[in-house]
């Protein structure tokens, strides 16, 4: 079974810049989230949607980040502009149930 | 807002010493808590406790949850260099999971 897809791997971008980052989720989960993960911290949710509806995205900067799920498969996450404190590591995860999550191997991003 | 505490934040020993990892919880709606390791990828499920299955073991592995105090304990017996990674506790909710920030154990030959 493939896993969760994300790519870009690895992205390096100046303040003030825009990046985006996309998942594709194992196929036939419904439920799609995104966590930011800040060196030495857990991961933190950004956005969970259901299908192509967002069901919780009260973490999520909405100045500077916004996230899709156009046909409730694919997503794409973006920043723009970004800051330095935005360096971190954006795991996609899906899930059917959720005691069932699986994650992605994760978008690092260095902001300089 | 759901809070999860670990303790403590890193911790190194030695091959074939016993290691213990806590998990402190102060949660609205308590449904699960789960363990994952995180080494230098996506994190992978371990264990998942909830009220009816308070104790999972899996080899080296074992976890118990104490619903009444409200912590979890991971332990770890017997340790390897492979078992240097992040691990991170992490409460269910009714439809998201939230994270502590992990304790980082390093596993010296």
């Known amino acids: 079974e493939a896993g969760v897809a994300q790519s870009p791997r690895y992205k390096i971008i100046e303040k003030r810049q825009s990046v985006a980052f996309w998942c594709n989720p194992i196929s036939g989960h419904a439920t799609l989230y995104w966590y930011q993960q800040i060196l030495g911290q857990g991961p933190k949710l950004l956005i969970q949607f259901q299908n192509n509806g967002v069901v919780d995205d009260s973490q999520l900067p909405k100045d500077r980040f916004s996230a899709e799920r156009l046909k409730g498969v694919d997503s794409t996450l973006k920043i723009q502009p970004a800051k330095l404190e935005d360096s971190a590591v954006y795991l996609c995860?899906?899930?059917?149930?959720?005691?069932?999550?699986?994650f992605g191997e994760g978008s690092w991003l260095t902001v300089v | 807002e759901d809070k999860v505490v670990q303790s403590p934040l890193s911790l190194v020993v030695h091959e074939g010493d016993t290691v213990t990892l806590n998990c402190s919880y102060e949660?609205?709606?308590?449904?699960?808590l789960l363990w994952y390791k995180q080494e230098k990828k996506a994190p992978t499920f371990l264990f998942m406790l909830t009220s009816s299955g308070i104790e999972k073991k899996s080899g080296r592995l074992s976890s118990i949850l104490d619903k009444k105090e409200l912590f979890s304990i991971l332990n770890i017996t017997a340790t390897q260099t492979g078992d240097s990674a992040v691990y991170l506790c992490?409460?269910?909710?009714?439809?998201?999971?939230?994270f502590g920030k992990g304790t980082l154990l390093t596993v010296n030959p």
């Open positions: 949660v609205t709606n308590f449904r699960s």
């Open positions: 992490a409460h269910r909710g009714n439809y998201k999971l939230t």
């Open positions: 995860a899906s899930s059917e149930e959720i005691n069932t999550i699986y």
